[in-house]
């Protein structure tokens, strides 16, 4: 087959690559992608598109069961529903393949060339690419790293058969009855808990003394909460073992040292991310590593000239936003553009009941910073919006610095406020302070006036509390 | 509740206002009786105000730098219990703090609002363009090291492509924010070296002239502005006279003061005032009236820590050298200290100025207003005199010496000065009885 030469070659067709071409594209760049699988990578085919879909439709099917017990507090009654999940999946597997044609026309539109194949580095500027109709060779002056990431493997549980990661609980064709989550990070609570309201028992298992350990106590103790009252048992301090001889059941050792089995037809393990480094010829290049992952710097150069890398492969936060934004940003350099990394945050949200959303520091973050701070909380249960959508948990919560009032950080626990992260991340990019935000007027009746108060609370004069 | 009134004393010498320039308490500070509430300036002391009540700071009348006439309001107080409003017309002897006079001015600027980049704000400024009325005119490190500097999105892009590093662009907005507008004045300004060398400073603090500094301007142009001055510059051979010192500081009694050159000069002054009169005087220009003074007051001109003050040696006609040396001494001392009262550091007919081992060639001495001279001591040193045969090695000095040439003419000036030049020279000559 004849070799291919371009200007920019991007591996990888997750959020950071695909972004990353576009761009290039735009810029009228030469560029080429290659992926193995379809478009839009972990976050688009297995990840925060689909899993979103299951949790909305796990929330939708709690709701109507709720009103068929003549519980909901609205009087609204009716029949019992009925989940078919494989329906639910068809629908979920609908919107990802709308999904992945979008990008695919995107890229087509930018005129980026895809390729579909496994890559592999022949040399710091070729590379040879499965096709199923050969290998491929391509010579590239810049070659863009996005490989991603891949769930994490228990050694004691590996994947397969009982034993399943997140990918395979967003294609499962029935609702397991009891459901053992391993790690009570973000991925296994929003999963955990959208299995509980579909109606299977939910064990999560957690070595850290809480659940979603990455953030502050006060903050994740309305998901605690909710976790309860959704049935969903959590055991902090606790170690996942085997499957049982039977294979019915999670061996445990709990907090106090003593082994406990959990019911299971599935086990979840969502104990984290690893970078995605092997089966591409990483060691035919040589590149500086931190950790396991390809270290870079803030214009993510690789070590080596001409090799970039962006997105999971390069660290924490393994988020898709991230990825995206350092892909337009190595687009716009390999352009000739001056850019690098100036991004005052990163937000992250966690799609549990309620949501979790956190810009900026914390706290105890902007605390060790060496700031002196002003933290301002505003909780839901006075807010009139809130109140109305039956979301009364959670807060607003915004911490500046005491001396200037810059806003450093803006943390939200609550129905729904996944939507105000613009705001937050916004504030904080744009170098806001306190005076800022409670001098812009927020539309009432939102659960965005809560950000304001919030602000008006660490001034000393918040209005509605 | 009741409200107490404190209103500007009257702190003597006739004053009929006096300035502001240290508030010690701000509104709803609660204060005891004697808590000292401020501090004003008249002419040459500071004042301390002291509560004569018990209460809460209710309002401030002036601010720091402001001159308030005797009798107005300046301070109210809150003051439990009593139903009837009191004015307190502030017959307490308010008490006089040269302490202050001493520390004031040296603290004072610091306080008086200096224009700072807005990253060092303290205080969070009001929220408003206030903070950034100080406008761009820091040029040095924009924000302390190791700050981030804080711009938007669009105002970093914009940066970055111009080639722009934030760090050194000084931000004008709330909590130090580089707007575009910043921006555009760093670009405007063309861009600066980042590394050392040489680079222009365009960076103009503003220090408002307050207490001490403030007192010793006005009286400045006060006396450039009215006395046509007339300045004579002799130089004086001290090489008797400095035998004469050494000798005597050799000899002297233990409990005596070291004799410095001062006393010998006040002697020499005290007698050839004797003969001219005219010059220990005090010129009531706008009443065109001379006072002349029986009673030498020689005002000996200090630099202390804090400015410029003038404590007086009084009556130097009734003090022989050794007195003049210890008065001198313990005034001297006072003055540094800031523990010399109003009443030593005014009232002055004539003076001396010395620079010391600063004390160049010859100087310009200002009058002392309304005096009508004022003898420069210049550095002394050893300088080859030609004898009328050779050069030899003398302790030579300059006098330079001005005179209000409205009341003293040049030919008197001259005089006054060739008799001090000749008691110098001659020093047995100032203990001669005539």
């Known amino acids: 087959m004849k070799e291919i030469s371009c200007k920019l070659l991007v591996i990888g067709a997750g959020p950071g690559g695909y972004v990353c071409a576009i761009r290039a594209g735009q810029l009228g760049i030469d560029t080429v992608i290659v992926e193995a699988g379809k478009p839009g990578g972990t976050c688009l085919n297995v990840g925060c598109i689909p899993s979103k879909a299951m949790i909305h439709a796990a929330d939708e099917y709690l709701k109507v069961s709720e009103m068929a017990e003549g519980t909901s507090p609205l009087g609204i009654g009716l029949s019992k529903p009925t989940l078919e999940l494989k329906k639910t999946v068809a629908w979920k597997d609908g919107i990802v393949g709308r999904l992945n044609t979008g990008v695919a026309g995107l890229l087509k539109k930018a005129k980026v060339k895809s390729l579909q194949g496994w890559a592999r580095f022949r040399d710091g500027k070729t590379v040879e690419v499965e096709t199923e109709t050969g290998v491929q060779v391509i010579r590239a002056e810049t070659i863009v790293i996005a490989t991603g990431s891949l769930p994490t493997e228990l050694p004691f549980l590996p994947f397969g058969g009982k034993v399943i990661s997140s990918t395979e609980a967003l294609a499962l064709k029935e609702v397991p009855k ?74 445990v050792e709990t907090s106090d040292g003593t082994e406990t089995s959990i019911e299971a037809d599935r086990v979840l393990v969502t104990v984290g991310r690893r970078p995605n480094v092997d089966g591409w010829g990483l060691e035919e290049i040589d590149v500086d590593r931190t950790g396991p992952f390809i270290h870079v710097d803030d214009q993510c150069r690789t070590s080596m000239r001409g090799i970039y890398a962006i997105g999971d492969v390069t660290g924490e936060p393994m988020l898709a936003h991230r990825a995206m934004a350092q892909g337009e940003m190595v687009a716009e350099i390999v352009a000739g553009q001056r850019r690098s990394w100036d991004k005052s945050c990163i937000p992250a949200v966690c799609f549990t009941d309620p949501e979790v959303v956190s810009a900026g520091l914390s706290p105890e973050e902007a605390r060790q910073s060496g700031a002196e701070i002003k933290v301002g909380q505003f ?49 904080i990019e744009m170098g806001a302070r306190l005076e800022d935000i409670a001098g812009t007027i927020h539309a009432h009746p939102t659960q965005s006036e809560g950000f304001q108060e919030a602000a008006l609370k660490a001034l000393g004069h918040a209005l509605h509390i | 509740m009741a409200e107490h009134v404190i209103k500007m004393p009257d702190v003597g010498e006739g004053v009929a206002e006096a300035e502001l320039v240290e508030w010690n308490v701000k509104v709803g500070d609660l204060v005891r009786e004697d808590t000292v509430i401020a501090a004003v300036m008249t002419d040459k002391a500071t004042v301390e105000i002291p509560s004569p009540v018990e209460g809460q700071i209710a309002w401030l009348g002036a601010e720091i730098g402001d001159t308030v006439a005797v009798g107005s309001p300046i301070v109210k107080i809150d003051v439990a219990g009593d139903a009837t409003p009191s004015t307190e017309p502030s017959d307490e002897t308010p008490k006089v703090d040269s302490k202050a006079v001493a520390a004031e001015p040296e603290a004072k600027p610091a306080k008086a609002e200096p224009v700072a980049p807005p990253a060092l704000e303290k205080k969070p400024a009001p929220a408003s363009v206030k903070s950034t009325a100080a406008g761009p005119t820091s040029t040095g490190a924009p924000r302390p090291e190791g700050e981030r500097p804080l711009a938007s999105p669009a105002v970093r892009l914009r940066a970055r492509e111009a080639g722009i590093d934030l760090r ?51 009286k400045m142009a006060l006396a450039k502005s ?27 009694r233990p409990d005596r003061a070291k004799l410095t050159l001062l006393p010998f000069l006040m002697r020499a002054m005290v007698k050839a005032i004797a003969e001219q009169p005219q010059l220990n005087a005090l010129y ?34 009734a003090r022989d050298l050794w007195d003049c040396a210890a008065e001198v001494n313990r005034l001297a001392d006072a003055a540094k200290a800031g523990t010399a009262t109003r009443e030593e550091l005014s009232g002055s007919t004539i003076t001396i100025t010395s620079l010391g081992a600063m004390g160049g060639v010859a100087t310009t001495p200002v009058i002392n207003h309304p005096e009508v001279a004022i003898i420069g001591v210049n550095k002394m040193m050893v300088r080859p005199v030609w004898d009328g045969s050779q050069f030899i090695p003398r302790k030579m000095m300059n006098l330079s010496s001005s005179f209000d040439h409205r009341v003293i003419d040049g030919w008197d000036a001259a005089v006054f000065v060739q008799r001090i030049k000749a008691l110098l020279e001659t020093p047995a000559l100032i203990f001669v009885e005539t």
Not at chain 1, 404 to 411: E, F, K, S, T, Y
């Open chain 2, 168 to 218: 050194q662009v000084p931000g004008t907005g709330p909590a130090g924010r580089i707007s575009h507008e910043d921006l555009d004045v760093f670009i405007a300004r063309g861009r600066e070296p980042v590394v050392t060398g040489l680079r222009p400073d365009t960076s103009v603090e503003e220090i408002k002239v307050v207490g001490l500094r403030r007192r010793i301007a006005e």
């Open chain 1, 379 to 427: 909780p839901f249960s006075a807010n009139g919006r809130a109140m109305t959508l039956l979301g009364e948990s959670g807060f607003v919560r915004v911490v500046s610095r005491a001396d200037n009032h810059l806003v450093l950080g803006i943390q939200a626990v609550g129905s729904g406020v996944s939507e105000l992260s613009a705001a937050f991340s916004l504030a």
């Open chain 2, 284 to 317: 009531d220009d706008e009443a065109g009236v001379i006072h002349r003074h029986g009673g030498v007051h020689i005002g000996i001109a200090a630099q202390t820590p804090s400015g410029l003050v003038v404590p007086v040696v009084r009556h130097a006609e």
């Open chain 1, 178 to 251: 009891a459901l053992a989550v391993v790690g009570g990070g973000y991925i296994g609570l929003e999963l955990g808990i959208a299995f509980a309201k579909m109606g299977a028992k939910v064990t999560v298992v957690e070595a850290q003394p809480r659940i979603l350990p990455l953030y502050d106590a006060e903050l994740t103790r309305p998901v605690a909460k909710r976790l309860d009252e959704l049935g969903v048992t959590v055991l902090t301090g606790a170690k996942a073992r085997v499957l049982s001889s039977k294979g019915d059941a999670l061996l």
């Open chain 2, 226 to 252: 009215r006395i046509p001055h007339i300045t004579y510059v002799e130089e004086v051979d001290v090489t008797a006279l400095e035998d004469l010192r050494a000798s005597l500081n050799a000899t002297k």
